[in-house]
């Protein structure tokens, strides 16, 4: 059964770091990339990063360029978002997904983890 569990969330001042992580069940995790997703009030899920199956490649949408790093332990079946410089319109809840598929294509979800960054 294909389960996802984010962690790491938590409240932060603007300027602030925070590192998530996303524990997958999946036998094809190291076989498969990842991708962190983040919905804000009121708005749409969106594409933060991604990261191929070896941790080789990575993508960030152009918002979080230069300030959030994807990465992953294929031997732990996790991957991680270290997000620094966090800005009050970072506030969310992140998802973590297996594959780069846009947010409206994925069935299921994690419970997710709530970042809040504070002025």
């Known amino acids: 059964q294909v389960q996802l569990v984010e962690s790491g969330g938590g409240l932060v001042k603007a300027g602030g770091s925070l590192r998530l992580s996303c524990a997958a069940s999946?036998?094809?995790?190291?076989?498969?990339?990842m991708a962190w997703f983040r919905q804000a009030p009121g708005k749409e899920r969106e594409f933060v990063a991604g990261?191929?199956?070896?941790?080789?490649?990575?993508h960030y949408a152009d918002f979080v360029k230069g300030r959030f790093a994807v990465s992953r332990d294929n031997a732990k079946s996790t991957v991680y978002l270290q997000m620094n410089s966090l800005k009050p319109e970072d506030t969310a809840v992140y998802y973590c997904?297996?594959?780069?598929?846009?947010?409206?294509?994925?069935?299921?979800w994690g419970q997710g983890a709530q970042v809040t960054v504070s002025s």
């Open positions: 990261i191929g199956y070896s941790g080789d490649v990575t």
């Open positions: 997904n297996f594959g780069l598929g846009a947010p409206e294509t994925y069935a299921y």
């Open positions: 999946r036998r094809t995790f190291s076989r498969t990339a």
